[in-house]
Each structure stands twice: as structure tokens, then as C-alpha cells.
């Protein structure tokens, strides 16, 4: 069974960075998509950024300009770059990769302080 972890989350201060690593513990054939989604506390758990497989990078526009996906495919791992990080930013922030089924990260806490 694979499994995706997920490391780089942490606590940073307004402003700062962090980048975001998830990992496949085996080969996913056939990726259609890669991606980020984040999940606050109250809210429901929302797209950050996708890689859909041949087509243009998407992100939301809460994040455009600040954070950078990217992947590499040869070792299935998937990235968030995160810069300028707002207190509103602070979240759970999940992987995803989407093949024949959905693989789902453990998430990492990501908290940002005013």
C-alpha cells in the first residue's frame, strides 16, 4: 500500500518561509494530478495549489504570487514552496496525488504568528 509523507511543516513568523515536502512510498502509475490543500480549524479543507498532469499549474488566489508547486516525477515527491506567509495561512496542509485512486498525505501543521 503507498503512502504519502508529508514533512516542513512548523512554526514561522509573519513573513517567513517554509517549504512543504511529500513523498510516495512506491511507485503511482499513471498520475493525472499532484497537489496541495490546507484545512483550518472550522473550515473545510480547500485547494492550495495543483499540478494537473499536462496542463498549467492552478493555485488559489489566496496564495498566487506567494507559493510555488513542484514535483519530480522520477521520485513521485511533490513540493510547496511557501513565501510571505500570512497568519491566515496557518492550517493543516495535506498532499495529494490523484492516479487510480486518491492518495491522501497525513498532513502537517502549518502555523504562522503575527
Known amino acids: 500500500q503507498v503512502q504519502l509523507v508529508e514533512s516542513g511543516g512548523g512554526l514561522v513568523q509573519a513573513g517567513g518561509s517554509l517549504r512543504l515536502s511529500c513523498a510516495a512510498s512506491g511507485t503511482i502509475f499513471s498520475i493525472a494530478s499532484m497537489g496541495w490543500y490546507r484545512q483550518a480549524p472550522g473550515r473545510q479543507r480547500e485547494l492550495v495549489a495543483i499540478?494537473?498532469?499536462?496542463?498549467?499549474?492552478n493555485y488559489a488566489d489566496s496564495v498566487k504570487g506567494r507559493f510555488t508547486i513542484s514535483s519530480d516525477n522520477v521520485k513521485t515527491t511533490v513540493y510547496l514552496q511557501m513565501s510571505s506567509l500570512k497568519p491566515e495561512d496557518t492550517a493543516v496542509y495535506y498532499c495529494n496525488i490523484v492516479a487510480s485512486r486518491s492518495y491522501w498525505g497525513q498532513g502537517t501543521q502549518v502555523t504562522v504568528s503575527s
Open positions: 499540478i494537473p498532469n499536462g496542463k498549467r499549474t
